[in-house]
């Protein structure tokens, strides 16, 4: 049997997903092995949700932070993945800081101990040890900072600033006790991708929703 096999279900994302902002990097170890011409990629937020698995403001938010941290550190020029390094402020394993970081590292490819070890004796295009947890000086959610230019931005989501229908209440303890009915479900699963959709689209470039600062990293 090949490994890929045609079904008649086929994947169906939210429309809203194809009108987030997209991210187009330059990955110089793509480029090298010939995977994409001139090593570039572009991402969109459907990548981040394959890779979580699941559409949340915690994915949402992660994904536009990067996207805002890039753009303060590379402005008009294309980021460079694979040379850039990330700082999670709270330890890996502490609330949804595991998720956050696994959106991180697919659109910069910083990854922690266990990531690319390089080709060569040199480590060319290594990716290992450049994510980093548990960094209490970071003052945000988590920084990035470039490994060639030493500039540094901390990201800081304010997801208040986008609140929940006033629906949500009514339908959230049903749906978390397995109580809901098929309605409620189906009426929760709505209500839950609308404010993501809030956060992509109508406040994807909102300065108070993702305040980017200046991070003064010393080591």
């Not at 990067?66 to 330890?91: C, I, K, N, Q, S």
């Not at 548990?134 to 986008?162: C, E, K, M």
Request: aromatic share 8%.
């Amino acid at each position: 049997m090949p490994l890929s096999t045609s079904t008649d279900l086929q994947p169906r994302l939210p429309d809203f997903f194809d009108q987030a902002p997209t991210l187009t990097v330059r990955d110089p170890l793509s480029e090298f092995l010939g995977a994409a011409e001139g090593g570039v990629l572009r991402y969109g937020y459907a990548d981040a949700v394959r890779l979580a698995g699941h559409s949340c403001p915690t994915v949402a938010g992660a994904y536009l932070m990067t996207l805002h941290g890039l753009r303060a550190l590379y402005g008009d020029a294309l980021p460079v993945r694979g040379e850039v390094a990330a700082f999670m402020h709270d330890a890996r394993d502490s609330g949804t800081t595991g998720v956050t970081a696994s959106v991180v590292q697919l659109l910069t490819g910083a990854a922690p101990e266990t990531g690319f070890h390089g080709i060569g004796p040199t480590g060319r295009f290594a990716r290992n040890e450049l994510l980093h947890f548990d960094r209490s000086d970071v003052p945000g959610v988590f920084g990035l900072q470039r490994t060639d230019t030493g500039a540094a931005v901390a990201l800081q989501l304010n997801a208040a600033l986008v609140p929940w229908n006033e629906e949500m209440p009514r339908v959230l303890p049903y749906a978390i006790a397995g109580r809901a009915s098929e309605e409620q479900l189906r009426r929760f699963g709505q209500l839950w991708q609308q404010r993501v959709r809030a956060m992509l689209v109508d406040f994807a470039d909102d300065a108070q929703l993702v305040q980017v600062t200046p991070w003064d990293k010393r080591h």
